[in-house]
C-alpha cells in the first residue's frame, strides 16, 4: 500500500513538473499560431525559427557570453577556491561569506549596482554598454558557484600528495597540473557546467548592463511585447531536449563509472 502511494504520489510530481513542458514541445509542431487548438502536424516552425537572423544572432550571443564567462569564471574561481582553502580560522570563513554575496543577492539589485558602476567608469573613457560590460557581469556573479564547487574537492583532497611531488622534484607549478589538478577537476567542470547554464537562464543582469547589446532571454523580452510567437515554442523545445540530452549522457557516465569502480573493488578482493 506505501509503495502504490509512493508511487502515485511521485507521478503526481512527474506530471506536475513536466506536464507544461510536453504540452509546449506538442504545440510547436501545430500549423497553425493557435496554442488551444491543435490544427495539424508541421515542422514549419523550426525551419523559420533558423532562418531568423535576429533569433540565430541573439542564440550565438548567448552561446559566446555563457561559455566565455563560464571559462573565465573557471579560472578565477578555482584560483580564488584555492587561496580561500589555504587560509585558516575565522579569515576563511569571512572570505567564504563575502565570495556567497553575490549568490544571495538578488539580481536586479546586482544589475542596476553593475548598470550604475559601469556607466560612471567607463562612460568617461568613451566606452558604452554592450559585449564587455554583459561579459564581466556574467563572470562576476558565476564565480561563486565555481568557488562552491571547487573548495569541497580540496578539502578531501590528500595535501601530502602535493607535498610529495614537490619533494619529488616537481616545481609548484608543474606539481599543481600534475596532482591537483586532476583531484579537483570534477569540481572545476561541475562548476563550468552551472556557471554555463546560469548564463544561458540570465535574463535581469543581462538587460541592464547590455545596452543594445542583446542575449536571447533579453531578445525574447523585447520580443513579448508584439505576444507569444510559435518561434519561442520551438526555440524552447530545442533549448529543452540539449539539456535532457546533456543530462541522460553525463547520468549515463557516472553509472558506467561506478560500474567500473564497483568490479575494480570486487577484483580487489
Not at 510547436?28 to 502536424?41: I, K
Not at 556607466?119 to 564565480?143: D, Q, S
Not at 548564463?199 to 536571447?216: E, H, K, N, P, R
Request: glycine share 6%; with cysteine; proline share 4%.
Amino acid at each position: 500500500m506505501k509503495k502504490t502511494i509512493s508511487a502515485i504520489y511521485l507521478g503526481i510530481v512527474f506530471i506536475f513538473l513536466y506536464a507544461p513542458l510536453a504540452v509546449m514541445i506538442f504545440f510547436s509542431f501545430n500549423a497553425s499560431n493557435s496554442r488551444s487548438e491543435f490544427t495539424g502536424f508541421t515542422f514549419d516552425h523550426y525551419t523559420t525559427l533558423f532562418r531568423n537572423d535576429r533569433v540565430v544572432g541573439a542564440l550565438m550571443n548567448t552561446l559566446v557570453i555563457a561559455l566565455c564567462a563560464s571559462l573565465c569564471a573557471c579560472v578565477l574561481g578555482t584560483m580564488a577556491a584555492i587561496g580561500i582553502h589555504n587560509l585558516k580560522g575565522r579569515r576563511r570563513a569571512a572570505v567564504i561569506n563575502v565570495s556567497n554575496l553575490p549568490i544571495i543577492n538578488p539580481e536586479i539589485v546586482t544589475g542596476i549596482s553593475l548598470m550604475l558602476l559601469f556607466v560612471l567608469a567607463l562612460r568617461p573613457l568613451g566606452f558604452t554598454l554592450g559585449f564587455g560590460t554583459v561579459l564581466i557581469a556574467h563572470i562576476l556573479f558565476n564565480t561563486p558557484y565555481v568557488v562552491l564547487n571547487v573548495l569541497p574537492r580540496l578539502r578531501r583532497m590528500d595535501p601530502s600528495l602535493y607535498e610529495a611531488a614537490l619533494d619529488l622534484g616537481c616545481m609548484p607549478r608543474r606539481a599543481f597540473f600534475r596532482v591537483v589538478f586532476p583531484e579537483i577537476f570534477p569540481g572545476i567542470f561541475a562548476g563550468f557546467l552551472m556557471a554555463f547554464t546560469f548564463s544561458l537562464d540570465d535574463f535581469v543582469i543581462s538587460y541592464f548592463t547590455g545596452g543594445t547589446f542583446q542575449t536571447l532571454s533579453v531578445f525574447i523580452n523585447n520580443s513579448l511585447k508584439r505576444g507569444i510567437q510559435p518561434w519561442m515554442l520551438s526555440l524552447s523545445g530545442i533549448l529543452f531536449l540539449v539539456v535532457l540530452t546533456v543530462l541522460v549522457l553525463m547520468n549515463l557516465k557516472d553509472a558506467r563509472a561506478e560500474r567500473r569502480d564497483s568490479e575494480k573493488l570486487v577484483k580487489g578482493r
